[in-house]
């Protein structure tokens, strides 16, 4: 880890993201970054083991935390339980004095394979999250809510996801940076399909008939990701 944290600043000012299991790792890598109080730490379980061992790291470096609610028990079941989840991790790095403006909590993205009541979950728990933890950020692994899904299609369950989030506060998300649109959505480039999309999460449905391309794209997707219609992989098509 160290090796790596530093070939990657020997060509590049960017605050780093440091992603590892091993505690030691982590350790080791946070003791060579340049910029720790930019940098941050991925992730910490809200699982005791894991605080005990990660919180002490964040907090001596400074940095920020993605706080991951894969509790005990593992993933948590609804928003309840993401928010029982968050309330653990909040309590743990506050005591270590890291402020909520430090804190990016991830609720977990979980295929839409395995249906759409963990997806409107993790949306639930980030409507509720400032109330929980005013000021703390947010974040995401997008893609985990397409895995499982033919290649060719995860860009657009990924796509839409995003925008479903950003309506709740979404603040941060890792994401193909390869996706021209998904960064185009992330640069505000596509109000008109944010606009549609949070149309629709506000019960504002469009005519499909009305709809072509990247619109119907959307339209269709969200239908399927909110649990309006079944998954399948033909949902584009029908």
């Given at each position: 880890m160290p090796w790596a944290v530093e070939t990657v600043e020997a060509v590049s000012d960017l605050p780093l993201v440091l992603d590892t299991t091993n505690v030691n790792a982590m350790a080791a890598g946070f003791k060579v970054v340049k910029n720790k109080t930019d940098a941050v730490l991925n992730s910490i379980m809200a699982r005791p083991e894991r605080m005990e061992a990660l919180v002490p790291i964040a907090a001596e470096a400074g940095c920020s935390v993605v706080a991951l609610l894969w509790g005990p028990d593992g993933m948590p079941r609804?928003?309840?339980?993401?928010?029982?989840?968050?309330?653990?991790?909040?309590?743990?790095?506050?005591?270590?004095?890291?402020?909520?403006?430090?804190m990016l909590f991830d609720p977990i993205a979980s295929p839409i394979t395995l249906g759409a009541d963990q997806t409107l979950a993790g949306l639930e728990f980030l409507s509720m999250l400032q109330d929980i933890a005013p000021g703390a950020g947010s974040t995401i692994g997008l893609s985990n809510v397409s895995n499982?899904?033919?290649?060719?299609?995860?860009?657009?369950?990924?796509?839409?996801?995003?925008?479903?989030?950003?309506?709740?506060?979404?603040?941060?998300?890792?994401?193909?940076?390869?996706?021209?649109?998904?960064?185009?959505?992330?640069?505000?480039?596509?109000?008109?399909?944010?606009?549609?999309?949070h149309g629709m999460m506000d019960g504002n449905d469009p005519d499909p008939a009305?709809?072509?391309?990247?619109?119907?794209?959307?339209?269709?997707?969200?239908?399927?990701?909110?649990?309006?219609?079944?998954?399948s992989e033909s949902w584009l098509e029908l």
């Open positions: 609804d928003s309840n339980e993401r928010a029982a989840l968050s309330v653990d991790l909040l309590m743990a790095l506050m005591e270590a004095g890291i402020p909520n403006e430090k499982g899904v033919a290649e060719h299609l995860r860009k657009y369950l990924d796509r839409t996801y995003l925008v479903m989030l950003m309506k709740h506060g979404l603040t941060t998300a890792i994401v193909n940076a390869y996706d021209d649109e998904i960064m185009a959505i992330c640069k505000g480039e596509r109000q008109n399909l944010v606009d549609l999309v009305s709809l072509a391309g990247a619109e119907l794209e959307h339209y269709k997707t969200y239908k399927t990701l909110s649990g309006q219609t079944v998954f």
